[in-house]
């Protein structure tokens, strides 16, 4: 099928869509220039992500994790939405059933705009006690060479969930309820192949909803999409935003 077939299909379905699911990952953001965790140039290519992003590495060495999370802190402030947040904003304003769930926790969908948003790995924006419900954000200590420590005396540590950690409950719920329903997601700038996340899109497929993915190259979600678009996510989905407005 020719690409411009697929974009009208794929265009159509979302128009039809009474429940849109939307499923991003990190190659939503990299437009923004924030780096991916996979392929080449990806952040796990650099570094390990077992010495700064799991609960092992931060009570062996919570400043190298503090400071890889205050370093991706800085380089995400210095971030915009890129046109393809703008148009997943959109989505949710002229979809009546709409639910973003996504895997970034650089924020920048609150930023674009969405408000029905699941972050299902958390938010680095924000620093919770690793000992009582303390949670505050934009919080980094007195000063930078510190640590952050809570009132009640403990420390304090970004709040993401790390390899080996349980995703937010409620988020997890919500996110795997509405997957239920859905009868289109649109899989956006995700390998795929970190779970429970992954679930998502291929729960939607189980109850009968159709899969369209967009990334630059296939993934681990490419075999179970209905329609792939290859490409990059700003480009893609302005496309499919114009041939939406044009379609009204
Ligand atoms: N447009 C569309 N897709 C893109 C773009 C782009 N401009 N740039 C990169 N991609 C794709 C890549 O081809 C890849 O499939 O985005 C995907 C990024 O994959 P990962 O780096 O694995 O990121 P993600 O899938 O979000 O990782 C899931 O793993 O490290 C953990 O907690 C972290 O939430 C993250 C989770």
Redesign the pocket.
């Known amino acids: 099928m020719q690409q411009e077939d697929k974009f009208i299909q794929a265009t159509n379905l979302i128009a039809d869509a009474n429940h849109l699911l939307v499923f991003t ?4 953001s ?2 923004s220039g924030i780096p ?4 080449k140039n ?1 952040l ?1 290519q650099k570094y390990r ?1 077992e010495e700064l ?1 799991t609960p092992d590495a931060f009570r062996k060495a919570p400043r190298v994790v503090w400071d890889w999370y205050r370093y991706r802190r800085a380089l995400i402030r210095k971030a915009n939405p890129n046109p ?1 947040h703008i148009v997943i904003a959109e989505l949710e304003r002229i979809k009546s059933t709409f639910l973003l769930v996504t ?3 650089d924020g920048l969908h609150r930023v674009a705009g969405n408000k029905k948003l699941v972050e299902l ?1 958390g938010n680095i924006f924000y620093t919770k006690c690793t000992a009582c419900d303390n949670c505050i954000y934009e919080y980094e200590g007195e000063n930078w060479s510190d640590l952050p420590y809570c009132e009640c005396g403990a420390l304090m540590r970004p709040a993401v ?1 790390w390899f080996g950690e349980p995703l937010p409950e409620a988020a997890l719920t919500q996110a795997f309820e509405f997957a239920r329903t859905a009868d289109v997601v649109l899989v ?7 779970y429970p ?1 992954a679930y998502v899109p291929l729960i939607v497929k189980q109850h009968g909803g159709k899969v369209i993915e ?4 296939p ?1 681990a979600i490419t075999p179970h999409a209905d329609i792939f678009l290859q ?4 480009d893609v989905l302005t496309h499919i935003m114009k041939l939406l407005t044009r379609s009204k």
């Open positions: 990952g990190a190659g939503v990299h437009e991916v965790f996979r392929g990806g796990w992500p992003a393809a895997q970034n926790v790995h969930v956006v700038g995700t390998s795929g192949v970190v996340a967009v990334n630059i190259e993934s490409g990059k996510a700003g």
